[in-house]
């Protein structure tokens, strides 16, 4: 099962919304990115424009957002009408290679997951770099290849769960379930272990490759709620990659 996302475009849209993803993802993203002040960033596998908005309103001079999905680049578009930040979207593959090295910044959640190979890794990584200008910065959030370790994580009370298959292999199917009010679905996502990840960030061109766990915000209200996140915190299915462009 290939992850069509022109499909649950909208579903995706309302996962956004997940208590999880602003106090974690979201979260440990903008405070590894830091100071946004004259950036000229790229949001890579922008989907409808979350992170290119938020990057953005952060201070980015420049953001630009790219995803193959055209649904996805729609629902961008539309906030963009609705409410204008100048941000330009382009329905365009992160595998493919660019002639102008035009970023300082580039941000992606959630694309390293579908490479299925260490070859479409690469070819992610090399796209990544072709867009870049050198010195400039990649960072992602992306799945946690320890998984196979966690042998009893539970993540339904986050609003999702994860299916591994029996053991880890290269491609080997992660299905997460992601449950909404009234409804749920499936994004699959495809294992390859950190040292591939490391390997092919190297060869594309890129230095200083540091994997990071995510953190938890402070509660917006003040209430101490560190127990509600200790499961996922000592199980993180995510965790932070990011390196620089040679």
Not at 54 to 77: F, N, P, T, W, Y
Not at 92 to 110: I, K, M, N, P
Request: proline share 4%; net charge negative.
């Amino acid at each position: 099962m290939t992850t069509d996302y022109n499909v649950i475009a909208e579903q995706y849209k309302q996962c956004k919304e997940h208590p999880w993803r602003a106090r974690i993802e979201t979260y440990s993203i903008m405070k590894r990115l830091g100071n946004l002040e004259g950036k000229k960033v790229l949001d890579v596998a922008c989907g409808e424009g979350f992170y290119a908005r938020k990057l953005r309103q952060c201070g980015a001079c420049e953001v630009v957002g790219i995803d193959r999905s055209e649904a996805m680049i729609r629902l961008a578009l539309d906030q963009e009408s609705r409410h204008p930040l100048g941000i330009a979207y382009r329905v365009e593959d992160a595998r493919t290679e660019s002639a102008r090295q035009e970023f300082d910044l580039a941000v992606s959640a959630w694309l390293l997951v579908y490479a299925r190979s260490q070859d479409e890794l690469l070819a992610m990584c090399r796209g990544l770099a072709s867009r870049l200008k050198p010195g400039g910065r990649f960072l992602t959030f992306t799945g946690n290849p320890d998984l196979y370790a966690f042998t009893h994580a539970d993540y339904r009370k986050y609003g999702f769960s994860i299916t591994l298959t029996d053991c880890a292999y290269e491609g080997a199917p992660i299905v997460w379930t992601v449950y909404l009010d009234d409804s749920s679905f499936e994004i699959e996502n495809y294992y390859l272990p950190m040292e591939a990840y490391e390997t092919a960030f190297i060869e594309a061109g890129f230095h200083d490759f540091e994997v990071h766990v995510p953190e938890v915000s402070p509660h917006p209200q003040g209430v101490d709620d560190g127990t509600f996140w200790s499961d996922y915190l000592a199980h993180p299915p995510a965790v932070l990659i990011e390196c620089v462009k040679k």
